[in-house]
């Protein structure tokens, strides 16, 4: 059973930076890919961004391409989200999840972290 533990929400004004970790444990982190998904109230969970297992890959929403960052650190079995130039459109709770998977995929994770808040001011 793989247990993911977030950190690093929090409130910030338009136009800054946050960053997410994600700590997971309970398996062999390199054989999973990784993946981040928000939900804002009143809205269904989306898809984020994802990571292979060796980190080589990665895929975006549209919505954050080119100002989030996916990356992984095997070593240390944790995943990370870079967000950059938040918008008030980017306030969810955000939520890592895994699978064990070699390729990349947005859906039909079975491992999820505990959600944290990220909240972007105007």
């Known amino acids: 059973q793989v247990r993911l533990v977030e950190s690093g929400g929090g409130l910030v004004q338009a136009g800054g930076s946050l960053r997410h970790s994600c700590a997971a444990s309970?398996?062999?982190?390199?054989?999973?890919?990784m993946a981040w998904f928000r939900q804002a109230p009143g809205k269904p969970r989306d898809f984020v961004a994802v990571i292979t297992w060796s980190g080589g890959s990665t895929v975006y929403a549209d919505s954050v391409k080119g100002r989030f960052t996916i990356s992984r650190d095997n070593a240390k079995n944790t995943v990370y989200l870079q967000m950059n130039s938040l918008k008030t459109e980017d306030t969810a709770v955000y939520y890592c999840?895994?699978?064990?998977?070699?390729?990349?995929?947005?859906?039909?994770?079975?491992?999820w972290g505990q959600g944290t808040q990220v909240t972007v001011s105007s």
């Open positions: 309970g398996g062999t982190f390199s054989n999973y890919a």
């Open positions: 999840a895994a699978r064990y998977d070699s390729g990349i995929t947005r859906s039909g994770y079975p491992y």
